[in-house]
């Protein structure tokens, strides 16, 4: 079945950096667009960033073009996003997520606090 396991999730400091992950297994990995979600509290979930299937094709939220970098690998079946310069409106819970299929991870924490 359809698995897709986020973790690298922390509490940073303003200003640090960090690097989620995530795996994915139940699906050809590699003929599926990725992105990466979050959902602060009591807010809806917003898109964070998109990688096409090769990844040549990558786009971003305005609120985090030029901080974070989305990448994959499509031999490892993982989805990385290389999150610096973060900020407190950063925290939040971060999914993965394909969006031609319905499955949703249980996500990872990150706090951006000092």
């Known amino acids: 079945q359809v698995q897709l396991v986020e973790s690298g999730g922390d509490l940073v400091q303003p200003g640090g950096s960090l690097r989620l992950s995530c795996a994915a297994s139940?699906?050809?990995?590699?003929?599926?667009?990725m992105r990466w979600y979050r959902q602060a509290p009591e807010k809806e979930r917003e898109l964070v960033a998109t990688?096409?299937?090769?990844?040549?094709?990558?786009n971003y939220a305005d609120s985090v073009k030029g901080r974070f970098t989305i990448s994959r690998d499509n031999a490892q079946n993982t989805v990385d996003l290389q999150m610096n310069s973060v900020k407190p409106e950063d925290t939040g819970m971060y999914y993965c997520n394909a969006p031609e299929l319905p499955h949703w991870g249980q996500g990872t924490q990150v706090t951006v606090s000092s």
């Open positions: 990688i096409g299937k090769t990844g040549d094709y990558t």
């Open positions: 139940g699906f050809r990995f590699e003929v599926y667009v």
